[in-house]
Nanobody, 121 residues
Framework: QVQLVESGGGLVQAGGSLRLSCAAS????????MGWYRQAPGKQRELVAT???????NYADSVKGRFTISRDNTKNTVYLQMNSLKPEDAAVYYC???????????????WGQGTQVTVSP
């Protein structure tokens, strides 16, 4: 099994910054894509950013230019640097990975437990 542990959420004023981290542990063979999603109250979970194993990022239009996703494959960790935060960025942020348990196994998605980000006006 693979476990994901997120950290870095909290309360910040609009215009401020936060950095989220998500570390994968357990029986890890190969992590392909890693990403961050968020869900605000009453809304569906939405993609924030993803990053390939090779480091190519993809961002939602709403966060382009403000958020930066990165990863450290040696630590099985993905990060999300969030700058110029807006009240509409407030949500529970979830880490997601695409993991393959062996060279012949299909990949499987894993989700973190979520970390709350609150942005005050």
């Amino acid at each position: 099994q693979v476990q994901l542990v997120e950290s870095g959420g909290g309360l910040v004023q609009a215009g401020g910054s936060l950095r989220l981290s998500c570390a994968a542990s357990g029986r890890i063979f190969m992590i392909n894509a890693m990403g961050w999603y968020r869900q605000a109250p009453g809304k569906q979970r939405e993609l924030v950013a993803t990053i390939t194993r090779g480091g190519s990022p993809n961002y939602a239009d709403s966060v382009k230019g403000r958020f930066t996703i990165s990863r450290d494959n040696t630590k099985n960790t993905v990060y999300l640097q969030m700058n110029s935060l807006k009240p509409e960025d407030a949500a529970v942020y979830y880490c997601n990975i695409d993991h393959r348990a062996s060279a012949f196994a299909n990949s499987r998605q894993y989700w973190g437990q979520g970390t709350q980000v609150t942005v005050s006006p």
